[in-house]
């Protein structure tokens, strides 16, 4: 159980504030970890954000909220097997499952092939990503449903998707750099993010459009989440992940936080479920507007 | 031992200059760990802090002043027991023996709770610390001694107290927020830290008032002290904190390191016993002055 | 085996453009693990850069290249052993070889003693290190072959060597810093080279001058490589680190890495490798230039 | 959730078979973390058990049964704070219920000091554990809650209480030691439970009696289970608790695993959560004859 | 490389008795980490076994041989990729290379999967095990090339194959332990292995009959071999496995050892590589009579 | 300090019963780590041992002694350097200082040849170990100090020893297993130390003889302590190696446990120091007799 969320709804309903009934989450733990290509425990990543976000106060003091009261239900881990393809399949169910009851689904990864499912059951116009990596492959060692082909994937198998932001991204191999060169590719490199004057807005125009928010926790700086599976040195710094997260989610849909293992103590794990804690304060906080 | 510490004050006072014959300091370990709420382990921070602290060196290019001659004393642990109330009154015992010797106490934690201790046999008229969390719950669990009432404690329970300024703080209970909206606690933001225009003196006038200051490591940014109780992203970075040190230890009585534990690889035990030696440089290169 | 690099010259040359026939580079091991002050296993530094690197893409999207195809060769370590007088003089001859087949030796440490070796190989006029250290003991522990000892041994045993530039440094014995005021030393310190104002170029005139760039890891901030024998708070970041590689590698005709130990969850050596690779690139596209 | 327990009843009852009516389970964790006297972290003992206990076969072909056929309900933790007594008294009411409803309580420390609560709701006439202390303490540093005072505790204050008997202890006070000669207690040395000759019923007459089996897991050797509060060599093999379990099972209506941490690979937690399902199954298929 | 062995055929031989002409090896790292059901890591096995062996001597003094005599070829790692299957055919073709070179493969796992195709290079008639698992499933999680099934598929998908014996095998489903009842199945307790009485041969017939021996690690009880996917505790004694590998070498045309991940302190690997070792000099022994 | 220990004997002698007298004992701690030949550590040898030993009861039940009634001292570490020679020179004088306040000297390691040291000051006539390997080689790597020497150094360079016992021992070179032939040597493999009826009077008459007992903790099974250089299977249990120390100790005048590093989770410290106050009461109790 995510810290503050209730595994029934009407426990949750029955604590919070009627304002915020259109701000309703759902958090669903995906930890499929089979194609993780170096260190592999992204299997624990659901298990390792809800643990380290046990120390977190649940009172916001930026929006002056509450977690508890926000209608955050956790409906536990969909079990995750070899067959990806079906996998993904049953995991887009239970995410779309959120979806029709108009909450924003929260997926834990796993590895970050499970966005591809939160993004099939949300069916954003723009998919909004941190990562180090441009996961761009048309496919990695053959498989098209690799952790390292899932942007691609989201770009040209989800009919909904029209563009793809990459904040973060620092690497890649040539094919990827030159299909991140087309329109329908943004990427924004660490260094940019770190320039005050470069907001969200001046890089992709949420206006309007509906957005699906992923956080590959290897966007940050090896030293902020050294247990994620591919670590790439050169990268963000937290606060500026969290200024990407406060600007993506009033126009967001869904959230997921992907690529946590268990092979640190615990950075990668708190970062990710302070994210996930910032991006639902700041939705819900938007939701009163 | 601390490195560079002495056990008997004999020794090191024969080699110190005369000048600094009131710069004296007395490390004294308190290895409470009753309270801690999330991850414990700071019973070991002492014994982490003396350890990580040893390939440093003696000297500081920046004082002028090699540690072993500033008449630091360790006069070892104070072991801890279940019955926190008597344990702090016995610690202050101990840190009030240095204090009438006219020395400096350096107490190395052990949970945050042992500041009580330091504060009741320093008597200042103004607690600074470093923390990423208010410590101004009334009780924790029902426990008014609990790690996490430290700073409420202080400022309503010692006398001597007027003012408490908390850097580095991001996150607490409702009640703890509205207790820090009164006009004796001050909260300055990480942001607020981060910021090169804002001095630590225009945010607590420490002219002609006596301060005494206690760093909580989980202030810095887990990525520096990933081994504490309860990490919280976003934080301080270490050369912040030690300009905090820097600035206020010329007005303080008393210091303290606390929730250090053994859960990482030394970063946060490294950078307490280098916070301390701050400290200890700067108050002696100030008493030279 | 580095990855991208291959065992037989052979394989790489049938790789790489004719364009890069001057930018060679041979990877020699130097698992030298013997006067570590504080954390030792640096004997295992090669073995884990080699593997941290392995999830690194072989494509450089800055100057377009494929290490793969860059003509780099690994031959393996030169196992150590307990008479560090002749390992050094053993493992100079490994690295003289390379230099002789007019190809850039990159060491991989290690103690930072085996820098001693590449230099006398290598034969530069500037030694550029990064280092938390000056490491400018005459002898320490009586050892003038201690890590602590070998930028003096460099710029005093070394006759080409006119001058030591040391980026990072941020602590040494009064002794050292004495030596370090001379002329042939400069110390660039962290807080110097964090400012966006100061370039290499400032510092120390490299034009038409050969130099020999050594990185030892605990530059580093610790929170960035805690892996390593001596971790020294207050340090560098990495791109500051990256910034230094790139200016410096136009006029290296040696490279190292040193210090890495296995004593982290893989930040130093990931940093370790990905400077290293960075020298490489940025070295062989000045040569295409 | 235990693996193959469930968190309501009625599940679990629609599954298993009529005969085991009378082999209810009620699982409840007990993460108590105040009194461990050297390395701490029983509070994530629950946590542990039930997550290595995650690859372990639903069948054991001992028994012929399903783990999950058993009706083993897991009511979760109780959550822990500092004071103590009033925590037991808490907890003791949790087991109690499901005394009341005719189950057998299976509780996962947490510090031995949770047997007390155990012992409390079940009122046992024999107190059988297995442990590496004695336990015989009238006060530890002046706390009669203390783990280490727990076996003392529940043989003079729990009046249904007529004696004790620990296998497995190697170690105490004199005092201890004086205490443990008396009647009520015996002590089977590691190296007597070896003997293949001595069988528990030797040791103690249990039939006609109601027993509460306490399996403190230092009992075994370190090599065993490293991960807990105080580990003492020499001690039990797993084989060897494992035939205690099965014979004090079938009189026994409360079992308990105790003293538990995260501070190891896991051997602690899977041979902890190994003997509960043993102790379940011995139990389940006594109650079927 | 596995210490030792060499790379090239030819080193080895000019180095080694023509005596042991016949006692030919060639080491396959098969680093396969799919389908492991609870902890993963088995990719870095491998690398372990061949890391945790460099302090082994290189003599053996029970059978009076240097390892480096014997003719061990370390081919390096079949590099492994997500499509099972295909990795399978694959690591099967370079196994038979081995085969038809006369030479008796080594596999270095990986998960257990991976002694599929080490058997059906192999071609054995006997399939003999160490495992505390039966891997009787007829698909697992619906994957009939899990590791859970792979005795199985060598049972049944192999045509050579006429019996399989499992030694240690403690836990399987209720279908598995059916399938094991049958007639081409023997089970072999860990009480069993331990009498001393009970030898290899009252068991199995192997005289006159090819066998092929797999050591899945988890068969050694946690203690010895705590980094695996799925321990189960209860299980054997290094020597028992030992004396197992001595019975059945001389009889056997194929050995892996599989199962070691990195998620303990070394003692897998260093198990698993002894127990390699232990078959090549047997084997290698056996060959000289 | 070694828990129990007082650092002025003054203190300790006070405490102790007259009886006593002449079971005085010295701990010096050496913690040199400079030959260790593959996983370094040792130099936190001294204090894993200190720290691990905290959790023992002071209290022995077989022989009714206090550890800290038996007047043993702490004497704090010799600091080590790299002129292994002269390091082994000043030890040793430390060492024979205790000798000639008639103690008896408990050396903790630190590598194995500190061993050396304690022999010298203490001069015996039979050296008995407890070892993995026969550390009889006549140089390592060239150099005559290595741990892998030590044995030999002892048995050829020390005048007064007559003879040398090594129990579980299961490796080494030829050359040393020839030199292992030789009548002044003895060898006692882990299986037959494990047989009931073999006893040490069996091996060797200590009867009127003086001997010096070392445990290389490396001589028991890695199970039991994983944290040390070079782990080697199939070894001792720990009650196997009690039994030696009780057996050995009435004869012996000085005693070390060397090789325990600080990469585990605290086996091989608690044994080494469990072992330690084995030797201290079997020897105090000896001498009342
Ligand atoms: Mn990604
Ligand atoms: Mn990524
Ligand atoms: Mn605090
Ligand atoms: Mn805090
Ligand atoms: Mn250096
Ligand atoms: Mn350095
Ligand atoms: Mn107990
Ligand atoms: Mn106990
Ligand atoms: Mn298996
Ligand atoms: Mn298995
Ligand atoms: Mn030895
Ligand atoms: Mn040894």
Redesign the interface.
Known sequence: MFPGATDERGAGDAARDDDSADANFVVVGAPL?????????T?FGP?RIR??A??????D?RTHQ?FSDLGVVDRGDVHA???VSAYLEYLAGTVRDAVWEEAIPLVLGGEHTVSLAGVRAVEPEVFVCLDAHLDLYDAY???PL?HAAVTRRILEDVDSVEEVVIFGAR????LE?ERADADDVTVVSP?TVAEPSVAVSDVVDLEGRDAYLSVDIDAA????A??T??????GLE??EM?GIVRAVAPHASGFDVVEVND?????AA??GG?LLREFVFTKAADGDG
Do not use: C, I, M
């Not at 700086?221 to 902020?224: G, I, K």
């Not at 599976?229 to 050169?234: I, Q, S």
């Not at 092979?263 to 950075?267: S, W």
């Open positions: 970890d089979v194609s993780t290509t170096f260190q592999p425990g299997r298990r643990t380290f046990e120390p977190f106060d649940d009172y003091s509450h097997w070899d067959d060692d053959g498989n690799s690497t890649g191999s040539e750099w260094e700086d090896p030293a902020y050294p247990g599976g591919t670590t790439e040195p050169f937290p606060r969290r092979r640190d103590d615990g950075q708190a970062l302070k």
